[in-house]
């Protein structure tokens, strides 16, 4: 899996790439969680939702935010990162021009940052969002969500208290033309820590669920143009 450095808002970032070997195939980027909290594409859930996507054919990326690993920068509040996922997202749509959709999946500060850039992104069809940091950030800006997605949530977070996730899917849930999946796994904590085969099984389900849909998808949407 090769290494790639691209040019960001603030300098360069690092990432990891995966081509897909079909000039046609979808994309994928997967954001990390907090900086200040040891949080980098290394970390072992961004990998899954990483080899999820890979599995199932698709260009994916996932990246180091500014001031992480060999990404230069400093932490920025989540703006700056913001930010830079937009650029990595650039990079990738720039080698994939016959992409026909893409997908978006983050981690707890990364699934922050993930539906903030599908906010900005209308390319973006679906997301996969593990712990969302509901309870202290405001997602009142999915207004309306524009796409149907996952959200993944543990029964004991201690980070995140699931009332404030609930809360969330409640009120995406509630939104015509999209479809939210809100799964809780019970008895998980933040990291998911003995759970982690449930959250990756929860991944997978989901995407192979979703990806069945897209030809019917791509049928109404001929329907419409016509």
């Not at 703006?79 to 749509?93: H, I, K, N, R, T």
Request: glycine share 8%; proline share 6%; charged share 25%.
């Amino acid at each position: 899996m090769p290494n790639v450095i691209f040019n960001g808002p603030e300098g360069r970032l690092e990432g990891r790439y995966h081509q897909s070997k079909q000039s046609d195939a979808p994309v994928a980027i997967v954001l990390h969680p907090h900086p200040l909290q040891g949080g980098n594409m290394n970390n072992r859930i961004v990998y899954m939702m990483f080899n999820a996507f890979l599995d199932r054919g698709f260009s994916v990326m996932r990246f180091n935010f500014r001031g992480v690993g060999r990404s230069q920068g400093v932490f920025d509040g989540g703006v700056g990162e913001l930010s830079d996922a937009a650029y990595a997202f650039d990079w990738m749509q720039q080698f994939n021009p016959n992409s026909p959709y893409c997908w978006i999946g983050g981690y707890s500060f990364g699934a922050l940052i993930s539906m903030q850039l599908m906010m900005r992104r209308p390319e973006i069809e679906g997301f996969i969002s593990i712990s969302p940091p509901a309870n202290t950030d405001d997602f009142s800006f999915l207004a309306p969500c524009p796409s149907s997605g996952l959200i993944v949530h543990g029964t004991t977070d201690e980070q995140v208290p699931i009332d404030s996730v609930n809360k969330l899917a409640q009120k995406l849930s509630a939104q015509r033309n999209i479809e939210i999946d809100y799964s809780v796994l019970k008895n998980a904590d933040h990291f998911f820590q003995d759970k982690i085969e449930d959250l990756d099984k929860e991944i997978n389900r989901y995407l192979d669920q979703s990806l069945s849909r897209e030809p019917e998808k791509k049928k109404a949407s001929k329907k419409k143009k016509k």
